[in-house]
């Protein structure tokens, strides 16, 4: 199943019919494309993955041709995408929200492993930790940004300042920032340097914040 006639590459479902005993509805792909979800009120805010998902989920309970679906799963690759950049939602979500993209919605870890790994991540996100501005300077050394004169000249505009002048960041907060301005500059290379910056250095903030990585990413939601 896809969900629209004319944009193939939205969404991909995979399921069996009333007659196989396979209950289970598979999520294979989501697009967050622009021209997957259009509003009438051209002044309407709205992010297109929330809106397919929320369409999936009602499907799955109202339509009678679904009745028979018990359960949803997808394996979690979800990712912000800039620019052919794709920023890994299960690591980025974590450091800013404290759950992974999909748990917004009652996705649950299928398998123990990664059940154990959601409740430390959640706890440790509550833990409301910080870093220094030498091991984020350590970061930003390591992955070599003031080697690309494009990304460093951005960098120095926009964020270098914040950094040496606080001495504790809170990475919640930055990253957010980073964000915000990405999507707040009307200049596309700008937006595409930003985007590059996050994705230099989000992983290595997520581990030295001590967050647990996933390992089988299979992710659950109980519909009956």
């Known amino acids: 199943m896809n969900l629209t006639e004319t944009h193939d590459n939205c969404v991909f479902l995979f399921f069996d019919n009333n007659d196989s005993e396979d209950n289970t509805l598979y999520i294979q792909a989501i697009m967050n494309q622009d021209d997957c979800v259009k509003s009438e009120d051209k002044n ?14 009602q499907l799955v309970k109202k339509d009678k041709s679904l009745s028979h679906i018990k359960q949803i799963e997808l394996s979690d690759t979800s990712k912000k995408m800039c620019y052919n950049i794709g920023i890994e939602l299960l690591y980025l ?13 009652g996705f649950k870890p299928e ?13 440790n996100f509550k833990l409301n930790k910080t870093i220094t501005n030498d091991e984020l300077f ?3 050394e390591k992955v070599k940004i003031n080697k690309n004169k494009k990304t460093n000249n951005i960098y120095k505009k926009y964020f270098y300042n914040y950094i040496k002048d606080n001495n ?4 919640k907060i930055l990253l957010t920032n ?4 990405m999507n707040n500059t009307n200049d596309v290379n700008e937006k595409k340097e930003i985007c590059n910056i996050v994705n230099f250095i989000y992983k290595d903030i997520y581990r030295i914040l001590g967050y647990k990585d996933y390992r089988k990413k299979i992710w659950i939601l109980k519909i009956r």
Do not use: S
Not at 44 to 57: C, P, R
Not at 96 to 105: E, M, R, S
Not at 111 to 123: G, I, L, M
């Open 178 to 181: 980073m964000i915000k301005v």
């Open 93 to 105: 979500r974590t450091i800013t929200h404290g759950i992974p993209f999909y748990a917004k919605y």
């Open 168 to 171: 504790i960041i809170n990475p």
């Open 44 to 57: 309407d805010v709205y992010k297109v993955g929330d809106i397919l998902m929320q369409i999936i989920i």
């Open 138 to 140: 350590k970061i930003i």
């Open 111 to 123: 398998y123990d492993v990664d059940r154990d790994t959601f409740r430390y991540n959640r706890n």
